[in-house]
Each structure stands twice: as structure tokens, then as C-alpha cells.
């Protein structure tokens, strides 16, 4: 844990422990001088000290007489010596004290004049994150050829090979930033990076905004609203020369800026966003700039090539070999006063697979159960495919530690009083929550003092501790909109405005003018609200966002998205037109394939997505779409090879393992099917997992079993999903649990009224049929959209024979009633096709 050694005065001590206060008194050693005797006092004292990372001298003149304040300035000076003090602040009471009162060595440390308390605490706080920042990777091993590497790109051995900016590609948590800020400390005289995200939707504009936020805080909250819209009305040459004079005062600052991949650097083949390729192509002129883009995959170098510019150079980060593994283990076990054994360094080697993140995601493990336990129960068995899903399964975290990680997942970043006052937490708890959440490295500080869960986390977190709650968003909204309200002296205040603004529209509460949305927040929640299945707020997000800027290509892919999850095919396809007009050609092609796939016209969709490959669209996901096809036509040998080339693009991807255990269920292979169930718990919501092992019992034979999952599936749902729920009426209706099906069929028409209508429709029809109500069944398959597919006329057939058998009939419509149901046997020609639930669903 990292804490603050306070020294002070008595005299000073009622503005000593309400700076303290506000900073989170688990965070500060104070008053250690009250709690000893006599000779004892010295020896507390000197403890505390070696237990401290930062030193912070309140100065005043009644300090500078104290005796005691004078033994702690000698000990800080000697522990800062050792290297065990790391910062050191002094706190100036008093203006009338000059420097030459102070001891020399505390005249070149950090200085700052108030008497009042919170701009105290907050730069007191500042200083400890700094440290946590620091400390959250504090052992370094390996790497040494990717160093040398990104030292060759910033510093060719020939003359003018060399280039101002670096990718580091590589998946998240691999060691990406630790590497590249290892390597600017080292060879060019930089502190630390600066990392920026580029986010879906951004522009020039935002991005200088952004870095504006960062580098020039604002006294009040109104200033930073000024500032940004003043920034986003700029045209795009102004900017673009906004954003690279930021980038000047950041390198100015000793520190490097890095733009990391938010979802907005790299496009789905990999093309850099064009206005980054502005500002990298003006690097020339600012000779000063160095800078480096953090990526998961390798960018395209094509728009480069075509622009007349230098690819550029790529230092990509694979997993740690075993040997440093083991060296990183025995550190780290060491730090934390762990004894391990030689077999258990080398379990914990083979668990993580060369993942550093993974080492203090087992070491924390190994704390909680011990060694010997935590290796018979083979905890760290499935640390390769997602370390951070094992690790929340297994970890033990409390009540209020799950809940700060639910809020900050969706609401981040936070000042600490609004993450405190949202979840009603006392000052002891939330320090010690904190702490604790800082230190598994879950929870990160920001460079401007607040608050933010780790990136990669995110998702991992909303699936084991489930979606943040409306009531739990109104909280938050209202807790910063009020400390908005209030706040002075601050930084990086767009961050919190724009936090205000999601939190606002998730609750559905009115925005307020402390509210700030930049272009890409609106494109985040169209995108959010649609994988949330809530369609029509998607449509209404991503309308919004198309307003702003027409061409705004992320918002109109997922308001295309949205409209054909709603059966609005015309609009879709109004909007693939304007695609196509706009020049977004394969993306054009690829949507329409998922606007056919869910008509249920799978040959069309092939088609289409064929024609998305012939021009040059690439990734995971169309090779899953294709696959999906596939397995609807029968053509399981082509459906197996779509999806083994996009296994090889992502192969945790929670859509791509879904349906490789769809296309085993097909073959039949029930062993393939359940060991990849194993894999998808690791990587995919509870419910899923649920619903998934549900449909593979049903496909297979085991019915009752089919339901008892599809039923724990509702269960686990925060909001359950159109297929899950649709599952379960089946399983119902199929083990005659027919109130239960009613029950349930009736919130699925609630819910999704708008979704899917032949789904619910025939499963109207065979509840009907359930009961015996033959004639109902009937009419409700006059209703159906696409009355030939072979479980429609299925069903039709079931209730013609229905009518036929209890029926009473006039000759004239018994034979016509035959007649329907001989066209409706010859059309199935002996095929008992159930409700495909799978076909036409979210791949994401």
C-alpha cells in the first residue's frame, strides 16, 4: 500500500488531519507520535517512515521549532537516500518562511503555498497516484530485444532512418505501456507517457480537445465547457495545429504522448483513422515530438504508402518466455512477503503462459488460499485464456469492492467523493476497498486525480458482477453532477462532464448544461444500447450522432445494425445505399449480408459477404458471419472452415467459440461441444454460458436438462436476452410446463414487440397447440412473414392435424383442410425442423 508520512506541527494539527480527511486516511501516517512513550516515540517514528513512499512536510514556523519535526526531516532525508521515500512534498503554511529556513535538500523537492485544505489534500493525492501508477508494475523482466527495437525506430544506426513515432502492437495487458515507458526513461529523457484513447467516432476536433483537457486543467467546470466547444468548432487544419502544439508542452513536459486504441485508431482492416495520418504526417515539422500509437494488431501500412509516407515501424510484444515468468514470480512473491516453492513457481509459470498481468492475478490467489491449495484445486489452470475472467471467479472479493467495480466499469473515471457518496460507503471502507482494488491492479488513477477501472477489465467485470443499474447510474449522475457544481480547481474536467453525460442518458434522466458529450460518446452508447439489445434507443443514439456528422461512418454501421434487428429492412437498406454513395463499398456489402441473414435468405448473405471479401474487407468477423450461413444451409465442411480462419483471427472471441460449439452440435460431437462450453464460461456472461449449455442439451436429446438451463439463464440475466428468454418458452413448452411457457411468452412480447415477430408468433402457436387449441394455432400461422420456412409449416401442419382429428367439419372444409395439410406434408418431405433460436442472432 502506498502511504504519505505526514510531518507537522502540533499547533498545526486541526488542518494537518482535515487535509488527511480528503486525502483518505488510509492513505496517510499521522499522529504516530500520540500513540508511544517515552523512548518508543523515536522508534515509531523511524518505522513509520520506512513503511512511507512519500514524505510531506507541513511548513510552518512552529514545525521548523519543533524538535520532532526535526528528528522526521532527518529520518525522510535518510530513507529517501535508501530509496524507500520516493516523493517528497513540502506543504508551505506560512509565506513569511524563506527558503533559507528549510534545509537545503528540501529546497529541490516539490513545493506548494495554501492554507486551505482540499488544494492541499488534492495535490497530496496526486502525488501518492503518481506513486500507485509506478508501483502497479514495479518489477520489470525481459523485453530486452522489443527495448532495443523500439530504440532502433526513434534512433536508426543510419542517418535519417530514424522516426518520431513507434507502434507497439499486442494484446491489452501484455506489458505494452510498462515496455515502451522502460524504454523513454531509458534512452530519451522522458518521465512517462501520456496516454490518449481514440475512440470510435473522434475527430481532429476531439482529440484536441482531449489533449487540451490534459494539458490546460480549468479552474472551474465552465471554463472546461467553454474550452472544449470553442475547440470542436475549430475547423480541421486548426485542429490539427492545436492538437500537435499540445503534443509540443506534453514532450516539454518530459513526458511522451501516446494514442492508444480506443475502438477509433484502426478501422476493421486495420487502416489508421485519416486525421491521425494528418498529425503523423505533420511530425515533420516539430522536430521535438516523439510519440508512438499503442494498438492490438498490426496497422496496414497501405494509406501510408499511399500518402507518400514511411511505414512505420512496429515492435509487436508476444507472451514472456517461461524464464522470465519465473524471475517476474520470484520477485513479486518476494515483494509481498510470499515463500514459494520451486514446484510452485513453476505451476504459476505454466498457468500464465507468458501473460505478466497474470502473475499478480495468481500471486493474489496464492495470498488468499495458500500454495498448496491453490494449486490442488487447480485455481490457475485457465490463467491462458482470459486471466482476468479466472481471476474474478476465484478471487474472493467482498460486497462493496464487487460494487465498485460495477459502478466504475460503466461510469468511469470518478473523483473519489462521488465514487464514496454513489455506492454509501463510510470514509474507512472506501479506502480500504480502494486500496486493495489499486493494488490488483483493477483500479487505475488518472493523470488528472480521478478514478477509473482498468480498460481491459471492463467487460471481464460486467460479466461476473453483473450491468450497472439504473438506480446505480442515476446515483452516480447525481453525485458529480453536484460535485461539478461545486469544483474549483480541477483537471481534465471533460472526462467528468462526459462521465455525466453517459451516466445521465443510461439512468434516463435529463441532461444539464454540467452534461458534455463529444461525438464519440453519443456513436459509444448507440453501440452499447444496441449489444444491450435495447434497439430503438440504438437507433435513436446513433440518429443523433448521424445529425451531428452525416458522415459518421461507426453510427450509421450500428443504426443499420439496430434497424435490422428491428425487421426495419427498408431503412437498412436505405442506409446501406447511402453507404454505398459515400464509398464505404465492402462495408456496404458486409451489412447487407446481415440485413439477408436475417431475413433468413442465408444464400443471399453469402453472396453479399463474398462480394465484401472481393473488396478487400478483412477481419474476424466476417469469416464468423460466413460460418454462421453456413451452418444454417447444412454446409457444415465450408461452415467449419469460416470459422477456423476466424478462430485464427480471435480465438477468444465469446461469438466465435459460441458457434464452433453450435457447428459441433450439428456434427453431433457432444465432447467437442462441452469442452468448448468450458472454454466460453471463461470469456462469456453467465446467462450465455447458461443459454449456450441449454440449447446444446435440447440439440442433443437431453430435454429436461435443456430446461433446468435455460432456466438459470433467465435467472442470472440483469436483462435478458430476446434468445435466451425464447429458449427457455421452448424448453417449457417441451417438457409441458405450459403456465410457465405462458408466463414467459407474454414478457417476451412485452419486451420485444418490435423483435423477431415469427419467432414469437410460432411459439404462440405452439403453446396453443399445447393446449389444444387447434383452431387458435391455425390463425396464428396465417400470420407469419415467411410462411414456407420448414418449421412454420411445421407447425401448420401440427394444428391442421389437430383440427383435422377434434375437429367437427363440414365435408367442404375437411377436404380443403387436407388439402392444406398434403401441400404442407409434401413441402417438408419428412423434415422435422425445430425453431432455429441461433439463426438470425447478436454475433456481435
Known amino acids: 500500500m502506498i502511504k504519505a508520512f505526514f510531518s507537522y506541527s502540533t499547533q498545526d494539527a486541526a488542518f494537518v488531519r482535515e487535509v488527511a480527511s480528503e486525502v483518505g486516511r488510509a492513505f496517510a501516517t499521522i499522529d504516530c507520535r500520540s500513540f508511544h512513550a517515552g523512548g518508543d516515540i523515536l522508534d515509531a517514528i523511524d518505522e513509520a517512515l520506512k513503511e512511507s513512499a512519500a514524505f510531506v512536510f507541513f511548513l510552518s514556523k512552529a514545525a521548523l521549532a519543533s524538535p520532532w519535526v526535526g528528528h522526521e526531516i532527518r529520518e525522510a532525508r535518510f530513507q529517501t537516500a535508501m530509496g524507500r521515500v520516493k516523493n517528497v512534498l513540502v506543504v508551505r503554511l506560512d509565506t513569511n518562511i524563506t527558503p533559507e529556513d528549510l534545509p537545503e535538500w528540501l529546497n529541490r523537492t516539490k513545493h506548494i503555498t495554501t492554507i486551505a485544505a482540499k488544494p492541499a489534500a488534492r495535490k497530496i493525492r496526486t502525488v501518492i497516484d503518481d506513486l500507485v501508477r509506478q508501483g502497479q508494475s514495479p518489477r520489470f523482466v525481459g523485453r530486452a530485444a522489443e527495448i532495443a527495437a523500439l530504440q532502433d525506430v526513434y534512433s536508426a544506426p543510419e542517418p535519417g532512418a530514424e522516426s518520431q513515432v ?5 494484446l491489452p495487458r501484455i506489458g505494452r505501456r510498462s515496455t515502451l515507458t522502460k524504454m523513454v526513461r531509458e534512452s530519451l529523457d522522458l518521465e512517462t507517457l501520456l496516454v490518449i484513447d481514440v475512440e470510435p467516432g473522434d475527430t481532429v476536433q476531439a482529440l484536441a480537445a482531449k489533449l487540451s483537457a490534459l494539458v490546460d486543467p480549468s479552474e472551474t467546470p465552465e471554463e472546461s465547457l467553454k474550452r472544449t466547444r470553442e475547440i470542436t468548432a475549430l475547423s480541421d487544419a486548426q485542429a490539427l495545429a492545436h492538437a500537435l502544439a499540445k503534443f509540443q508542452e506534453i514532450c516539454q513536459y518530459h513526458q511522451m504522448p501516446v494514442l492508444h486504441d480506443g475502438g477509433g485508431l484502426l478501422d476493421n482492416d486495420g487502416d489508421i483513422a485519416p486525421y491521425i495520418l494528418d498529425l503523423i504526417k505533420s511530425l515533420s515539422q516539430y522536430p521535438e515530438i516523439v510519440t508512438a500509437l499503442l494498438t492490438n494488431r498490426r496497422p496496414s501500412p497501405d494509406r501510408l504508402i499511399a500518402r507518400g509516407m514511411r511505414p512505420l515501424g512496429v515492435v509487436h510484444l508476444r507472451p514472456l518466455e517461461d524464464a522470465d515468468i519465473s524471475r517476474l514470480v520470484g520477485l513479486m512473491a518476494k515483494a509481498r512477503q510470499i515463500a514459494l516453492l520451486p514446484a510452485t513457481v513453476k505451476e504459476i509459470t505454466t498457468a500464465v503462459c507468458g501473460y505478466p498481468p497474470s502473475v499478480t492475478f495468481a500471486l493474489e490467489l496464492i495470498a488468499a488460499y495458500g500454495p498448496d491449495l491453490g494449486i490442488r484445486s487447480r485455481m490457475l489452470s485457465d490463467f491462458s485464456s482470459s486471466p482476468l475472467t479466472t481471476y474474478l471467479k476465484q478471487n474472493k472479493f467482498n460486497s462493496l469492492e464487487q460494487k465498485i467495480l460495477r459502478v466504475m466499469a460503466a461510469n468511469s473515471p470518478l473523483p473519489l467523493s462521488v465514487l464514496q457518496e454513489a455506492t454509501s460507503t463510510s470514509d474507512d471502507g472506501i479506502d480500504k476497498a480502494l486500496i486493495h482494488l489499486i493494488d490488483v491492479s483493477l483500479i487505475a488513477p488518472t493523470t488528472a486525480g480521478w478514478y477509473e477501472v482498468s480498460g481491459p ?91 451531428a456528422d452525416p458522415g459518421m461512418h461507426q453510427a450509421r454501421a450500428t443504426l443499420i445494425r439496430a434497424h435490422v434487428k428491428l425487421g426495419e429492412f427498408t431503412e437498412a437498406g436505405d442506409h446501406i445505399a447511402e453507404l454505398k454513395k459515400r464509398g464505404q463499398i465492402r462495408d456496404a456489402f458486409f451489412l447487407n449480408g446481415l440485413l439477408e441473414r436475417h431475413r433468413g435468405e442465408h444464400r443471399e448473405a453469402l453472396k453479399h459477404y463474398q462480394k465484401a471479401l472481393d473488396n478487400g474487407r478483412g477481419g474476424m468477423a466476417i469469416h464468423r458471419e460466413m460460418a454462421d450461413c453456413c451452418l444454417r444451409l447444412g454446409d457444415l465442411q465450408r461452415a467449419d472452415e469460416h470459422i477456423s480462419r476466424a478462430a485464427e483471427k480471435q480465438p477468444d472471441n465469446r461469438y466465435v467459440v459460441d458457434l464452433k ?90 419486451k420485444f414487440r418490435m423483435q423477431r415477430r415469427d419467432i414469437r408468433t410460432g411459439l404462440r402457436a405452439r403453446l396453443s397447440i399445447a393446449q389444444q387449441d387447434y383452431q387458435t394455432a391455425y390463425e396464428y400461422t396465417e400470420k407469419f412473414i415467411s410462411p414456407e420456412h420448414p418449421v412454420h409449416l411445421l407447425i401448420r401442419r401440427d394444428a391442421l392435424r389437430g383440427i383435422l382429428d377434434r375437429t367437427a367439419l363440414a365435408p367442404e372444409q375437411r377436404a380443403a383442410l387436407k388439402a392444406e395439410l398434403k401441400r404442407c406434408e409434401d413441402r417438408l418431405a419428412g423434415r422435422e425442423e425445430d425453431f432455429d433460436l441461433d439463426a438470425g442472432g447478436d454475433l456481435g
Open 457 to 547: 477489465a471492463v467487460d471481464a467485470i460486467r460479466r461476473e458482477f453483473g450491468a450497472c443499474s439504473k438506480s446505480e447510474y442515476g446515483a452516480v449522475a447525481a453525485r458529480l453532477d453536484d460535485f461539478l457544481d461545486r469544483a474549483e480547481d480541477g483537471t481534465d474536467f471533460l472526462a467528468l462532464q462526459r462521465t455525466l453525460f453517459r451516466a445521465m442518458d443510461k439512468a434516463g434522466q435529463q441532461s444539464t448544461p454540467r452534461a458534455y458529450a463529444l461525438l464519440t460518446d453519443r456513436v459509444k452508447l448507440a453501440d452499447q444500447y444496441y449489444h444491450e439489445q435495447e434497439y430503438q434507443r440504438a437507433v435513436d443514439m446513433a440518429t443523433d450522432a448521424l445529425d
Open 661 to 750: 460449439i453450435q457447428i459441433a452440435c450439428k456434427l453431433g460431437d457432444r465432447d467437442t461441444a462441452l469442452s468448448l462450453l468450458l472454454r466460453l464460461a471463461d470469456i462469456d456472461r453467465p446467462e450465455m454460458v447458461s443459454h449456450r449449455a441449454s440449447r446444446v442439451e435440447y440439440l442433443l436429446g437431453g430435454i429436461e436438462t435443456a430446461y433446468e438451463f435455460a432456466q438459470k439463464a433467465v435467472e442470472k440475466s440483469d436483462n435478458v436476452r430476446f434468445e435466451v428468454l425464447a429458449n427457455y418458452v421452448l424448453c417449457a413448452l417441451r417438457t409441458s410446463r405450459i403456465d410457465e411457457a405462458s408466463t414467459a411468452l407474454d414478457q417476451l412480447d412485452r
Open 166 to 170: 513507434a507502434c507497439v502492437t499486442g
